[in-house]
T-cell receptor, first 113, second 114 residues
Framework: DSGVTQTPKHLITATGQRVTLRCSPR?????VYWYQQSLDQGLQFLIQ???????AKGNILERFSAQQFPDLHSELNLSSLELGDSALYFC????????????FGEGSRLTVL | AQSVAQPEDQVNVAEGNPLTVKCTYS??????LFWYVQYPNRGLQFLLK??????LVKGSYGFEAEFNKSQTSFHLKKPSALVSDSALYFC????????????FGPGTRLSVLP
């Protein structure tokens, strides 16, 4: 158990809909990262937050948005969903010192029909 | 640009044989290197990391990795492969910058054949 919690584990929805994925980082970790993984492919970095502020943005579509709340949990919002958005979405957290590693949640599998 | 390469999409090895999964990197400054493993429908699990010190790093499940600065490589190794080692392996580098500070390689699928 990495200590990173993601909900829901599975989500099936229709094209055009909107969903919210939730992540609770490990206790004490201030940084949260979101990644997308399609069909056992590589990891696509979406966005990173540190203590409530956006720190880095990767290949995140304009239809997607995220935020990190004062209690450090984070949400990834996906709107106007398309078939191609079907993927595993991972959240990860880390400490921001001592060159610490990322700890990953088990992911949220999104299926868009 | 900072990058991590894993030159092999797939590595096949017989059970009991040694295995190597290759990783090379291109970063400015000191590299902080990591290996992760991903089993089907699971999140990535941390295996080991190199920050400084001994070039041979030992990690979980009998894995080790050798840091080679001159060749800018960080290959993952295990003396005797198990069928249960079959998974997707990712090499990553952590950067000392304010922006995106983890860069992952594309992944290598390891198949250990009984």
């Amino acid at each position: 158990d990495s200590g990173v919690t993601q909900t829901p584990k599975h989500l099936i929805t229709a094209t055009g809909q909107r969903v919210t994925l939730r992540c609770s980082p490990r206790s004490g970790d201030l940084s949260v990262y979101w990644y997308q993984q399609s069909l056992d492919q590589g990891l696509q970095f979406l966005i990173q937050y540190y203590n409530g502020e956006e720190r880095a943005k990767g290949n995140i579509l304009e239809r997607f948005s995220a935020q990190q709340f004062p209690d450090l949990h984070s949400e990834l919002n996906l709107s106007s969903l398309e078939l191609g958005d079907s993927a595993l979405y991972f959240c990860a957290s880390s400490v921001d010192w001592d060159h610490g590693e990322l700890f990953f949640g088990e992911g949220s599998r999104l299926t868009v029909l | 640009a900072q990058s991590v390469a894993q030159p092999e999409d797939q590595v096949n090895v017989a059970e009991g044989n040694p295995l190597t999964v290759k990783c090379t990197y291109s970063v400015s400054g000191n590299p902080y290197l990591f290996w992760y493993v991903q089993y089907p429908n699971r999140g990535l699990q941390f295996l080991l990391k190199y920050i400084t010190g001994d070039n041979l790093v030992k990690g979980s499940y009998g894995f080790e990795a050798e840091f080679n600065k001159s060749q800018t490589s960080f290959h993952l190794k295990k003396p005797s492969a198990l069928v249960s080692d079959s998974a997707l392996y990712f090499c990553a580098v952590r950067l000392d910058n304010y922006g995106q500070n983890f860069v992952f390689g594309p992944g290598t699928r390891l198949s250990v054949l009984p």
